[in-house]
DNA sequence: GCGGCAATATACCGAACGGTATATAGTCGT
DNA sequence: ACGACTATATACCGTTCGGTATATTGCCGC
């Protein structure tokens, strides 16, 4: 059964990833719900509090999605570049299953620091970020030409990611099978080969 | 002398990039700028005139900086690490000269699509595509297995390099010439090179 | 010294904002 | 059948939103 909450957050995300959340009013969510005011604000306290609840519910379950595609050694001992292509999957996999929360998550990534969406995301963003350095600090301990460089990985890692699911998410690129081996190719051994 | 428009501009950077241009409204800039709303609207029209004044004028900037760093072979014939170089050198040396911009620039970079940002932004964000993956289609001509693959090249290059943006933009890394000469390295090379 | 224009201010507009005091309907345990 | 609790609606709050009609100031050309 589709509860009154879920049918809210549904409605929100979708109105959040085409007009962003500043520009969506409570109002308005609660008119494309079927809903009235005190009905929102009795499951989630306030705007804010219901981009907590959108953020805790889909980028908790991303999060943890890419950290069980990106964990490392895992059952894949030395298999780093299996690793990466599972992780970029998880991305890719995400903005298929989930465009929405996906486009939300982007136009977040980087939010003013003084803003409401920052303070909600932040911690999501950090355990991503986290998760991916992790990767490659277990992957420099089999690769010692690593060493010391896990956070410039992860920074370009995601941002090259993101950038796929961006132009993706504008349909602009179909990232198939292919395109994600010749991507984490190119990361890993150069544009050239 | 400063102008009362390079004031109003200068001070709407600084708002939009610390809480949002949604977030930020024409009253406050007024009282920032020491002037009132009239004035405000006689030299822009519109909030949104105001954002695309202030794009103009840095965006436009940034868009030719760069373009002038990524130009290829220029007279710079075979170097495409040299290029790169200079290419991820005028990204950060834009974060250094006017983070506000660059924060601003950051944040509007996956902007929804149906939001005024988007609107302003797009051309801006195009043009800097657009500039990157020319410098790929004409490295391309010289590494024949580049070919084709310009426009994953420049998605990948320009996630990457706002991503290091965005990072030292939050205090979290510091690109000197060392860190950006690994970066280009990386990318062409490969992580374990 | 006056017409015209660029640049500013006072005072106001209707609409939308996020949020709430209060009442009401259903359900469930006792 | 009644108290307590969950879930909802009506009607309203003060504030702020982007934007404007109108008046005023100062300067420049003639």
Request: glycine share 10%; net charge negative; proline share 4%.
């Amino acid at each position: 059964m589709e509860t009154t909450r879920d049918r809210i957050l549904e409605v929100a995300v979708g109105a959040f990833a085409s007009r962003g959340y500043e520009a969506v009013g409570v109002q308005e969510l609660c008119e494309s719900s079927g809903i009235t005011k005190p009905t929102l604000y009795y499951h989630f306290g306030s705007k804010e509090g219901l981009l907590a609840a959108l953020f805790a519910e889909r980028f908790g379950g991303f999060n943890g999605r890419v950290a069980t595609a990106a964990a490392y050694p895992g059952n894949r001992r030395g298999d780093l570049a299996g690793v990466l292509l599972a992780t970029i999957g998880a991305f890719v996999e995400e903005a298929r299953d989930d465009p929405d929360f996906s486009r939300v998550r982007l136009s977040s990534a980087f939010c003013p620091p003084s803003s409401e969406r920052y303070r909600v995301a932040r911690p999501y963003l950090e355990a991503l970020y986290g998760t991916i350095a992790a990767t490659f600090e277990s992957a420099a301990l089999e690769h010692g030409n690593m060493a010391g460089r896990a956070a410039q990985y992860a920074a370009s890692f995601i941002g090259a990611s993101d950038a796929y699911v961006g132009l993706y998410l504008a349909g602009d690129l179909d990232p198939d099978e292919a395109f994600l081996r010749r991507a984490v190719h190119y990361y890993m051994h150069g544009i050239f080969s």
